[in-house]
């Protein structure tokens, strides 16, 4: 079994900024990449950012020089820091962790519960 407990969703204003995190914990064998994807109304749920083992980053074109996402290894948490908010960003955010929970089952992809970003225009 493997957990990922997300937080620091929220309502902030337009330009405003928030910080999302993730931590992971469970059955882990291998932690292949993290990242975090959104769902707005209506729409199909898309990637955001993620991050590899290895520290390769990768963005929505909807959202590079605007967040950055980061983590920290030891805690087994990722972090996505969302800077000149726009009413546009407003969506479930979802952390996603893809797990190898051993030699012989890997690439397992985990969600979150999500948590809610609003931004007022």
């Known amino acids: 079994q493997v957990q990922l407990v997300e937080s620091g969703g929220g309502l902030v204003q337009a330009g405003g900024s928030l910080r999302l995190s993730c931590a992971a914990s469970?059955?882990?064998?291998?932690?292949?990449?993290m990242g975090w994807y959104r769902q707005a109304p209506g729409k199909q749920r898309e990637l955001v950012a993620d991050?590899?083992?290895?520290?390769?980053?990768n963005y929505a074109d909807s959202v590079k020089g605007r967040f950055t996402i980061s983590r920290d290894k030891a805690k087994i948490t990722v972090y996505l820091l969302m800077n000149s908010l726009k009413p546009e960003d407003t969506a479930v955010y979802y952390c996603?962790?893809?797990?190898?929970?051993?030699?012989?089952?890997?690439?397992?992809?985990?969600w979150g519960k999500g948590t809610l970003v609003t931004v007022s225009s």
């Open positions: 996603n962790a893809r797990i190898d929970h051993s030699l012989k089952i890997k690439g397992m992809d985990h």
């Open positions: 991050i590899t083992s290895g520290g390769s980053t």
């Open positions: 469970g059955s882990i064998f291998r932690l292949n990449a």
